[in-house]
């Protein structure tokens, strides 16, 4: 009798990774993906692994943390970062992809693959063992009753932004001009370069603007928001010189015909290998549509600015991993059924893949009935697998990878602990990459 196919809920990220994990090792998979039967708020398209927030998968330097992971999940054959190569887009140090293509690959992968069936259906109750819950920030709220019914009073939230997107076309490229910071790698990304008097007006027009609400929440409330996306405006509130000395740092910018600094620079990213359309960095936001359009019209180049996808404040759900799972990343009070993704408390797209591949390769080896070792927390992916399941702040608060997660290590300076923290991660990393086989 052959064994029961197993069941991943959602179809982003961390479950299209799982997924294909779980397939290519020679497992039956049954792939639940609500849309487009029931949207969410932030979809655009019924497509697997479809990216939301933006287009980037943050930096693919080794010399980091996040680059660290990407070099970490590739010698663990990660199945996503290979399809995130087909619709690369230029990004300087960045992976940025071509969100539809992407999502198009992955969804073909997926969908043509013989080991998996993919259904198109909301599921209102935990599915039988074994399985993977990865339905991802934007959960369907039936499955989260159901999950809160079980493990009692601990649903948590945050609130996400996301940045507008703008048409190529509607620029102004007399003012705008391609540069890259301190000339690392090439100029992909698209800069507009402000005085004082310019940013000074765009600073008071953006504080003052008309702000969405979620519903539920007065206009006093403090919503509670990641602090790793926080809304343009939520930076702007904290001081005049926030933005200046945040996301819009003038910094290793080399402006055209210029002796001088900026006193402020906003960067566009390219959001297909076309260029057809452009991505605000770091201008997540809650203000309205028509206060998007009046107020990111002020600035330089793009007066004219056509909106493709307005920016947009959404609700992220998650839970408290380190209250209801195991080490290996299943739900304490149900062995069978794991958690991955960003619905595990890791934030971010790689991590989301990390996670949701974690999870496949930890299933795998209980079916078999081996060992399950946990990563070192020394690694990239063993520093995000400890904050989700081991962090003693209560709630869990989710977070990218960097090296504030690691263990201490006695190094003096910023950059020797960069290099002292990547030569342990590679040391310990391959030992432990042999116990998955």
């Given amino acids: 009798m052959s064994a029961p196919p197993i069941t991943i809920v959602g179809g982003g990220l961390a479950g299209s ?36 927030c933006s287009n980037s998968l943050r930096s693919n330097d080794p010399a980091g943390a996040a680059g660290l992971l990407k070099e970490e999940l590739r010698q663990l054959s990660c199945r996503l970062l290979d399809l995130a190569e087909e619709a690369r887009v230029p990004a300087g140090q960045a992976l940025a992809v071509d969100r539809l293509k992407f999502a198009s690959v992955i969804t073909k992968r997926i969908e043509e693959h013989p080991n998996i069936e993919v259904i198109r259906e909301e599921l209102t109750t935990l599915p039988d063992e074994p399985a993977i819950l990865a339905p991802g920030p934007l959960a ?15 649903r948590l939230f945050f609130f996400d932004a996301i940045a507008p997107i703008v048409d190529a076309d509607s620029l102004n490229m007399d003012r705008l001009f391609f540069a890259t910071r301190y000339n690392n790698g090439e100029p992909d990304y698209l800069n507009a370069a402000m005085s004082r008097n310019e940013y000074v007006a765009f600073y008071q027009a953006l504080f003052e603007g008309e702000k969405f609400t979620p ?31 945040g996301p819009m740092k003038p910094r290793g910018i080399e402006v055209p015909g210029e002796r001088r600094e900026a006193f402020a620079v906003v960067q566009l990213r390219a959001e297909n290998a076309d260029r057809t359309a452009y991505n605000l960095v770091g201008f997540q936001t809650r203000l309205t549509q028509s206060e998007q359009k009046r ?52 934030e971010g797209y790689t991590e989301s893949i990390a996670l949701g591949l974690l999870a496949a390769r930890f299933l795998i080896l209980r079916l078999k009935g081996k060992e399950i070792v946990n990563p070192p ?13 081991q962090s003693p702040i209560e709630p869990l608060q989710p977070s990218h990878v960097h090296f504030g997660l690691f263990p201490p290590i006695m190094a003096r ?18 030992p432990w990459l042999e116990t998955l086989t």
């Fill in 413 to 430: 300076g910023k950059e020797a602990k960069r290099k002292a923290h990547i030569a342990r991660a590679r040391e310990a990393f391959g």
């Fill in 295 to 346: 107020i990111f019209r002020m600035l330089p180049g793009l007066e004219n600015a056509r909106f493709l996808r307005y920016g947009a404040l959404h609700r992220n759900s998650y839970i408290d991993g380190p209250r209801v799972l195991s080490d290996d990343l299943s739900l304490l009070e149900r062995p069978g059924t794991f958690v991955a993704g960003q619905f595990a408390g890791g």
């Fill in 215 to 245: 519903h539920g929440f007065d206009a006093e409330d403090k919503l509670p928001l990641f602090e790793s996306c926080q809304p343009i405006e939520a930076i702007a509130a904290t001081g005049i010189l926030s933005l200046a000395h």
């Fill in 140 to 154: 369907s709220p039936a499955l989260m009753e159901a999950l809160e019914a079980f493990l009692g009073n601990r």
């Fill in 17 to 52: 990774e799982a997924a294909l994990q779980l397939a290519d090792a020679g497992h039956r998979v049954r792939l639940f993906e609500m849309r487009p039967t029931v949207k969410t708020p932030a979809h655009e398209t019924p497509l697997l692994g479809e990216l939301v």
């Fill in 377 to 389: 927390i020394e690694t990239a992916i063993g520093a995000l697998w400890r904050h989700v399941t």
